[in-house]
Nanobody, 115 residues
Framework: QVQIVESGGGLVQPGGSLRLSCVAS????????MSWYRQAPGKERDLVAI???????NYADSMKGRFTIARDNTKNTVYLQMNNLQPEDTAVYYC?????????WGQGTQVTVSS
C-alpha cells in the first residue's frame, strides 16, 4: 500500500534553515508529482510547493525564493529546503501525492520557528 513518511522538522530560530524529507513507497514514485503542504494552527492546509515527474516546480507566492522542492527518484524521496524561516512559517508540513484521483498524505512533521 502507499506509504508516505515525512521527517526533518524541528525548532529553528528566525532566519534559520531546515530541510524536510518525504520518503514514499507502495507506488512507482517517478511516475507521480509530489507536493508539500502546510497547516498552521487554526488555519486551512495550504499548498507550499509541487514538483512534477519531470522536475518542474511551482511554489506558493510567499515561499518563492526561500523554499526549494526537489526529488530524488533513486531514493523515492522528495525534499523541501526552507531558508530564511520566519515565525509565520510555523506549521505542520505534509507531503502528498495523487494517484488515480485519490490523495495520499503523510502524517506530517512539525516546524516551529521561534527565538
Amino acid at each position: 500500500q502507499v506509504q508516505i513518511v515525512e521527517s526533518g522538522g524541528g525548532l529553528v530560530q528566525p532566519g534559520g534553515s531546515l530541510r524536510l524529507s518525504c520518503v514514499a513507497s507502495g507506488f512507482t514514485f517517478s511516475n507521480y508529482a509530489m507536493s508539500w503542504y502546510r497547516q498552521a494552527p487554526g488555519k486551512e492546509r495550504d499548498l507550499v510547493a509541487i514538483i512534477s515527474t519531470g522536475g518542474i516546480t511551482n511554489y506558493a507566492d510567499s515561499m518563492k525564493g526561500r523554499f526549494t522542492i526537489a526529488r530524488d527518484n533513486t531514493k523515492n524521496t522528495v525534499y523541501l529546503q526552507m531558508n530564511n524561516l520566519q515565525p509565520e512559517d510555523t506549521a505542520v508540513y505534509y507531503c502528498k501525492t495523487r494517484i488515480r484521483w485519490a490523495d495520499y498524505w503523510g502524517q506530517g512533521t512539525q516546524v516551529t520557528v521561534s527565538s
